[in-house]
């Protein structure tokens, strides 16, 4: 939907979820660079045969070579989901793309609880799974660019919480049935397994 220019209503709620956001990710980004001598944030990522762009949130030096860090809060809730269940796809694909595209070995994600200051640091390393997954992806995105056409819904739970929903349901009352008929989200082609990281737990001051 980016892409192809739909724009976001995004509630007050959901804005001021965003600014608090904003806020925490400038305090990370401090703790890195006090904590590493070698620390770039807010790194630009343009890539023209993914035909993808973006800006890794810092790319960090360690004694066995650079990494990635993605940095995400959440709410309680959604923190417990991902204690529970491990990182959320939207998460893990965004450090795999930077991984891939970057051309990178290791990263990390990081996802900080407000307001309980928890946090969780997934420990990852490139995965080509996830990076012929990411591919096709992205290539089915350029596909319907090029025609200016959304590809069909692919419904989930994802979409009561969704900034765009009214741009595919036209009502809530659509959005709940067809949600509640398709729970789980079923992309093509299936994601790939969430294997090979580790994770440890803190308490950030």
Do not use: N
């Amino acid at each position: 939907m980016d892409v192809l220019g739909f724009g976001r209503l995004i509630d007050p709620e959901s804005q001021a979820a965003m600014r608090a956001g904003a806020d925490w990710h400038k305090t990370f980004q401090q703790e890195l660079m006090r904590d590493y001598a070698m620390c770039s944030v807010e790194v630009t990522l343009r890539d023209t045969d993914w035909g993808v762009s973006g800006r890794m949130d810092a790319v960090v030096e360690t004694p066995t070579g650079p990494a990635v860090i993605e940095y995400k809060t959440v709410s309680g809730d959604r923190f417990q989901l991902i204690q529970q269940g491990g990182p959320l796809v939207s998460h893990w694909s965004q450090l795999q793309l930077y991984l891939a595209v970057g051309s990178i070995p290791k990263g990390a994600l990081v996802v900080d609880a407000r307001p309980s200051h928890q946090r969780l640091i997934f420990h990852a390393e490139a995965d080509p799974m996830w990076a012929q997954w990411l591919r096709v992806r992205i290539e089915r995105v350029k596909a319907y660019q090029a025609v200016r056409k959304l590809p069909e819904r692919e419904v989930s739970q994802g979409c009561l919480s969704c900034d765009r929903w009214q741009r595919c349901f036209s009502s809530e009352d659509e959005r709940d049935r067809q949600v509640h008929q398709h729970p789980v989200w079923a992309p093509e082609p299936s994601v790939p397994d969430l294997v090979g990281y580790t994770v440890s737990h803190q308490v950030v001051s």
